[in-house]
């Protein structure tokens, strides 16, 4: 079965100036609206939204993230467009449910709403050819809302980041691809930058909830220096590579960070699987005998082999860790960035570590 693309959150906000800047000038919205997506697609968009006064119009555009499970698909993103003074050009303003920066390392400064560069670009380009087609100058604000931005927002990244009262408004093509990896690994990235500009010499990519909070416990960092990695090891390191900081923590459960160890750079159990010959091997080189290798090759999961090793006093939380240590410095090669591991149960024990020259 074929999935069904989406539209972003740009794309929408897009469609819904277009509609609010002609009713401004015009006193009729168009519906549907028709828009130019960067790669040249013409998607059109119908209105959930029309209202016009006299100095104002605002439209709005219901979200359909087509097949992809996106925090905001349904959502009612609107525009409302007023006129600005002379020569400002396009002004944005964060409505209800939009964010606004609040810490350096974004591609914005600090102060400005949370619309991103590209959907910024695609407005300004739909406000100058409305304005050609209808007589306008061009000159307007631009204000974005997501009707219960807040609350959705609060389920992204945005927290962390320092984006606070909403959403972002994202999108470099305009389209959402369903089950892409591409918004998750850009949060990543802006998770690094982030955590670089406030000047954290230590991060953390942790896999999960329960890793996050070890990490913040063992080292006392604090939240915009833990990175939502998830399954993405290979985003955190090849960043990190480009992007140096001096301190890095990969922290996770058994099961994914022995597939780091193996050398799997992307840890879904979709993409790559636990080799349990390789555990196995790994319990052997530890101290563990063949019988002890033979319940390791036999064992339903990692964790399964972890207990038949820790019951046998051999280490293999601690083999586990430093296979995914070596793994992590053959991707970040001479970038000047420390690495240690911890790996951890799925009750949050510390079943395992690897240090700088341990």
Not at 237 to 247: D, G, I, N, Q, S
Not at 272 to 280: G, H, T, Y
Not at 326 to 349: F, K, M, N, Q
Request: contains cysteine; aromatic residues 4%; hydrophobic residues 45%.
């Amino acid at each position: 079965m074929t999935l069904r693309y989406g539209w972003t959150t740009g794309a929408c906000a897009t469609a819904a100036t277009k509609a609010a800047y002609t009713a401004l000038l015009t006193g009729a919205f168009p519906d549907p609206v028709e828009i130019a997506l960067p790669k040249g697609q013409r998607p059109a968009f119908a209105l959930a939204v029309e209202h016009l006064s006299d100095d104002s119009a605002t439209a709005g555009v219901v979200k359909d993230a087509g097949d992809d499970p996106d925090v905001t698909h349904g959502a009612l993103v609107r525009a409302t467009v007023r006129p600005a003074r002379s020569g400002e050009g396009v002004v944005f303003r964060a409505g209800p449910g939009v964010g606004t920066i609040t810490k350096a390392g974004l591609p914005l400064p600090a102060g400005e709403p949370a619309i991103n560069p590209v959907p910024r670009q695609m407005m300004r380009d739909v406000v100058a050819e409305v304005a050609a087609q209808h007589g306008g100058t061009a000159d307007v604000v631009v204000e974005i809302s997501v009707d219960g931005g807040e609350e959705l927002a609060a389920r992204t990244w945005n927290p962390r980041l320092g984006i606070l009262g909403g959403l972002s408004i994202l999108g470099t093509t305009g389209i959402v691809v369903p089950y892409s990896c591409a918004a998750w690994i850009d949060s990543i990235r802006r998770g690094i930058d982030v955590a670089r500009a406030a000047g954290h010499q230590h991060v953390a990519g942790c896999t999960g909830s329960t890793s996050e909070r070890v990490a913040a416990e063992l080292y006392g960092l604090p939240e915009d220096a833990l990175l939502d990695m998830g399954d993405f090891a290979g985003a955190v390191l090849k960043y990190l590579r480009r992007h140096p900081v001096p301190r890095l923590t990969i922290a996770g459960g058994i099961g994914k960070l022995a597939k780091l160890a193996d050398g799997h750079l992307d840890l879904h159990s979709g993409r790559s699987q636990v080799d349990l010959r390789s555990l196995a091997a790994l319990a052997r080189a530890a101290g563990g005998d063949d019988e002890l290798a033979e319940r390791v090759v036999a064992s339903n999961t990692a964790l399964e082999a972890l207990q038949h090793c820790e019951a046998a006093g051999v280490p293999l939380g601690d083999a586990v860790a430093a296979g995914a240590r070596e793994t992590a410095a053959s991707v970040l090669r001479e970038a000047p960035v420390a690495v240690d591991v911890v790996v951890i149960d799925r009750a949050g024990r510390v079943v395992g570590t690897a240090r700088p020259g341990g």
